[in-house]
């Protein structure tokens, strides 16, 4: 498989991006051209950022799986789709070829639909990183379901909220995953959050650890019992076959849930042929795959970045995509290296939270690895300080291989601004230049584009985007109007990020971090609100304020200001006790830092609590903190200042 829009060179990249801008329409029509099509579209976009109202490829109908699985299957039957490296080291690697992945797809298919799965449902997928996962969530593309996968790490009251917003009627789930030396009981917590529930009909439990769990008659089932079943329905005389639903180019592929500045997680929604298109188009150039190559993606699925460069943009490539079950840091910090060695990977793409973490550990588990084979580095999910970025190139890279900074959210469906590896410079701590199609705008509060440079020539904003490119979010689910308020009204007839940024006078962008009350904690977006409240509901809380504070290893972590009456024990005792409440109400991701007592908040004389103080106290900048003089009670601040943590 060629990639015909494959950007060879920084001139083609210009050139690309200037026609991509001036004739959108006939440029992604050409991309267009090289994927597998049920019908071809009527009109290549119709927008508008008021409503918004965003369709790409209006008419057109296709089945995703079938650009991600059957194109493949004439010229890679037996080439693996998956390399899939279990979480101990000792256990058996499975290899999935493109025929296994057709094969175990249109089993699942025909298993959701024996389920009574039909076309629009959704689907909640709550597994570990094992190769049945990727094909739930392509099961579910195949019959046009909709899958809506949780990330591991939640709590059995995440997972009830996003199975009532969704209103899901159906589970895949796991007995249980591992993850380094722990085993985690997923369907235990899937049992938790169905207490109450009534929508839900069906689970299904794949077997990974043999954990002991409760199967209740009616409602749970076997995936391996219900596959096997399946397979005489999808095989005739050794012939694996079951119709790829005919999907409008517009329906919803998925729903993902990411937090936002404001109360809970919201669905963000993505649909068949854009969000193909996008994670394809942005592998096959920011990575400069090459037919062959071992691409590593270390993200979980559970994350927008295992959706689409693990899954849908690598499958739809042809790829060969690594999966691995387990963390960096077990059995030993050398496991990465472990698996670029075993595998000999040529493109390792992971968060800046792993890099640094990694880098405590010093070179030694590194020493005698074989890294020859890596050609490309890629990083995302935060801003990357240059001391990881020369670690990175210097160590892991061994300053031969160019190291990619992706920037994109859960919303934009796959990466917006980077550098293209090898083939556009890269800049230690800049994403560099927005892929083409993509057209970044730095205004200032009121929406105005600001035009004023500092003395080196930089440009200093809050990062909008003017047009759609084919990733972009259509809506979140059930709730339009919160898509419109949240991304598209801030500033009118722009898509804001949520992300402040700078921009030099070669055109580069780097992305300073977000301007909202959002937290990126380890590449993980957390709401400050979202935290408040889970910390609120612990018995005893009389008020919160979270903020963040920079972590040397995190990026970022979270720090809680709590008013609270009545200790039971000490205070330790009560910060643990906070700390379990947070678990529970989200997961452990969202647990503070730290957690100072406080006797009052430092509120204007209208109730609103002055972040920015708390803020730099957290920071430990407690010389400068600014204007304090519309405090209702200034002494609050001393007191604060006083008993920091
Ligand atoms: O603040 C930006 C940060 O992560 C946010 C998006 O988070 P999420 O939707 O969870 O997606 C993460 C993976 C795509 C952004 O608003 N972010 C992501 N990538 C970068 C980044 N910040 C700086 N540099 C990046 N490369």
């Known amino acids: 498989m060629s990639y015909p829009y494959q950007i060879k060179s920084l001139e083609q990249y210009h050139a690309d991006y200037k026609r991509s801008v001036e004739e959108p329409e006939s440029f992604w029509a050409s991309v267009a051209e090289n994927f597998v099509w049920k019908k071809k579209w009527d009109r290549v976009l119709d927008w508008n950022f008021t409503e918004p109202k965003i369709e790409w490829f209006g008419g057109a109908k296709l089945n995703i799986t079938e650009n991600c699985i059957d194109r493949h299957l004439a010229t890679k039957a037996d080439k693996p789709a998956f390399i899939w490296e279990p979480n101990n080291p000792e256990e058996r690697t499975r290899v999935v070829t493109y025929a296994r992945l057709h094969k175990r797809v249109c089993q699942f298919a025909q298993v959701l639909k024996n389920n009574g799965v039909k076309k629009g449902d959704r689907v909640c997928i709550y597994m570990g990183m094992v190769p049945e996962l990727a094909y739930a969530v392509l099961g579910c593309a195949r019959i046009g379901a909709i899958h809506s996968v949780i990330f591991g790490g939640f709590s059995a009251q995440s997972i009830a909220d996003r199975l009532y917003d969704a209103q899901a009627e159906y589970i895949v789930t796991c007995d249980g995953a591992y993850r380094g030396g722990k085993d985690i009981p997923l369907k235990s917590v899937i049992d938790d959050a169905l207490i109450g529930n009534r929508t839900v009909k069906r689970v299904i439990v794949y077997t990974r650890t043999r954990t002991p ?18 397979l ?46 996008w994670t394809t188009y942005t592998f096959v150039n920011v990575f400069q795959y090459q037919p062959g190559d071992i691409h590593f993606c270390t993200a979980d699925i559970g994350w927008v970045t295992g959706h689409s460069y693990i899954v849908y943009g690598p499958l739809s490539a042809g790829a060969t995509s690594m999966m691995f079950e387990g963390i960096p840091t077990w059995p030993d910090a050398g496991r990465f290296w472990d698996i670029v060695e075993k595998h000999k ?116 904003g809050n990062l909008c985007i003017k047009a759609p490119w084919p990733g972009i979010l259509r809506t979140t689910y059930g709730d339009h109007e ?118 009052g908040l430092p509120k204007t004389r209208s109730g609103k609590i002055m972040r920015r103080i708390l803020r730099k106290i957290a920071e430990g900048e407690t010389g400068n903190l600014g204007d304090t003089s519309t405090l209702l009670d200034p002494e609050v601040v001393e007191e604060i200042k006083v008993g920091r943590q």
């Open 345 to 460: 990977v040529n493109c390792i793409y992971t968060a800046p939270t792993a890099i640094r973490s990694l880098m405590n550990f010093g070179t030694d588990p590194i020493k005698g690895k074989d890294l020859s084979s890596l050609k490309v580095l890629g990083t995302v999910g935060e801003p990357i300080n240059e001391e990881a970025w020369h670690w990175y190139d210097e160590n892991i890279g061994k300053k031969k291989c160019p190291i990619i900074d992706t920037w994109w959210q859960t919303e934009t469906g796959a990466c917006l601004i980077s550098n293209l590896a090898g083939v556009t410079p890269s800049k230690p701590s800049w994403a560099t230049l927005p892929m083409p199609g993509v057209q970044p705008v730095l205004v200032d509060e009121n929406g105005k584009e600001v035009t004023e440079k500092d003395e080196n020539g930089i440009l200093k």
């Open 482 to 599: 919160r898509c419109r308020t949240n991304y598209f009204a801030t500033y009118p007839n722009l898509y804001f990020t949520g992300d402040g940024a700078l921009k030099d006078e070669q055109g580069n962008y780097r992305i300073t971090g977000r301007v909202d009350d959002v937290l990126n904690i380890s590449g993980h977006r957390i709401g400050t609100a979202e935290v408040e409240n889970a910390i609120n509901m612990h018995s005893g809380v009389v008020e919160s304020a979270v903020v963040g504070y920079p972590h040397d290893i995190k990026g970022q972590g979270i720090y809680a200001y709590v008013i609270y009456q009545g200790h039971h024990g000490d205070e330790n005792s009560t910060r643990l006790d906070i700390n379990l409440t947070v678990s529970k109400i989200i997961g452990p991701i969202a647990k503070p830092d730290k957690i100072q007592f406080v006797k």
């Open 232 to 277: 005489e329905q999808v095989e005739k005389d050794g012939v694996v076959s079951f119709p790829a639903e005919e999907m409008d180019a517009e329906d919803p592929l998925f729903i993902l849930y990411t937090s936002g500045s404001t109360g809970k997680p919201k669905g963000v929604v993505h649909t068949c042929a854009g969000y193909m298109l």
């Open 213 to 230: 769990v409760s199967m209740i008659k009616g409602r749970d089932v076997w995936w391996e019992d219900e596959m096997e079943y399946a």
